[in-house]
């Protein structure tokens, strides 16, 4: 009898699990792609009209960064980007002939001109900005229709660097300007294929001028006066908790 991998079995962002948010066990299959080399995890496609295995259900990612501990979030968080990856690379980017997948690599191969196709990430940086000692800036984008208000970010540009980043993304959204940044920590984050790289920066100058097409509202709130944040398990959420926890400390 053939040992069992453990599956993370994705339609786009949707993961499937059972009713204890439980990863399923199978046999493998030729084109199931390992999440780390020589070990039984594995990721799957469940293709468009594939029937959901009895005890089972489509889970968007998302819901489960708050259920499950952040070891978990990551390897999903690799398989679904693995997955994607693939999806995205099957005919090759220098001369369009279908590639192959790699026997010992994460690499998609052009069997015509034997161009590798790698998986990438999108660098971006989350800032967290302080003003004096009990205020941070907060923005709600004009894309979410919640209340929730969260921390200015953005893609990193090609020729900057991460500073140049967090500086230019603040000017465009809210019109300040920032001193003192500093790195702060980093998480990957699958949607679809991010780095999300963590800085805390202080006000420096300007007043809040609204980027409208992206941000809808930006303030300076005092720490014991926050809106809604983003939830547990983001970034973001961290970010803030770290600013409150250090507030307390000092």
Known sequence: MSQLSLAYIFQHQKLLVDENFQLPKVEKLASDLPIHHNDRVIARDLLEGESIP????????RELIQSWST?????AS?????LEWRRNHKFCSHCGHPTDIHTKEYAMVCPACAYHQYPRVQPCIITIITRGHDEVLLAKSAHNKSNMYGLIAGFVEVGETLEEAVQRETLEEVGLKLKNIRYMSSQPWPFPSNLMIAFHAEYDSGEIELQLEEISDAQFFKFDQLPEIPFKGSIAHAMIMQMIENKKAS
């Open 54 to 61: 009895e005890g089972y259900q489509l889970i968007p990612i």
């Open 71 to 75: 070891t978990d979030f990551l390897q």
């Open 78 to 82: 690799r398989a679904v980007q693995l």
